[in-house]
């Protein structure tokens, strides 16, 4: 739920999903990147954090908005690794971690049309939008056909 990028315009480091992607891409059992004080449940269990959730087991289908910057990687690569989930996350396809971790292990991708406004911890709706375009990244078919019948804006490109 949490995406931890830095927004020098005003000093905030964490930001969370707009909750209608999370209700369009379904119900989730685990979100590992919760904030502590979240205005919306985005999974049944959720690690913050305290908690650390990349160092945590993860079970089902699982949510994630990592952390973005240096560490998006390895959260990416956890989730490739589990194979049940969908990761929000900017569309840097162009970098090693998104070679390695999305072009050759992902089912699919939606690339969203447009750039989101992500939310403050308090709710509120961030009064700019993103710092770049983002995408929807799929790990095992039912994630894809999650994406497929989504009815979010973008371009869904399948991989596997």
């Not at 059992?29 to 904030?35: T, V």
């Not at 961030?126 to 995408?135: I, K, L």
Request: aromatic share 10%; proline share 8%.
């Amino acid at each position: 739920m949490s995406n931890r990028f830095a927004d020098r315009r005003d000093g905030k480091d964490e930001w969370l999903t707009p909750p209608e992607i999370i209700r369009a891409c379904g119900h989730f059992d685990l979100d590992p990147c919760a904030p502590i004080v979240r205005p919306w449940p985005t999974a049944d269990r959720h690690y913050t954090i305290e908690d650390d959730g990349l160092v945590q087991p993860w079970a089902g289908r699982v949510w994630l908005n990592p952390p973005y910057g240096r560490e998006t990687g390895k959260w990416l690569q956890k989730l490739a690794e589990h194979g049940n989930g969908i990761a929000l996350t900017f569309a840097r396809t162009e970098t090693n971690m998104f070679f390695s971790t999305v072009w050759d292990r992902a089912d699919a991708i939606l690339f969203l049309r447009g750039r989101l406004r992500f939310h403050r911890v308090d709710g509120t709706l961030a009064p700019d939008t993103a710092a770049a375009p983002s995408c929807l990244i799929a790990y095992g078919e039912p994630n894809v056909a999650a994406l497929q019948a989504a009815g979010l804006k973008g371009k869904l490109v399948t991989l596997r």
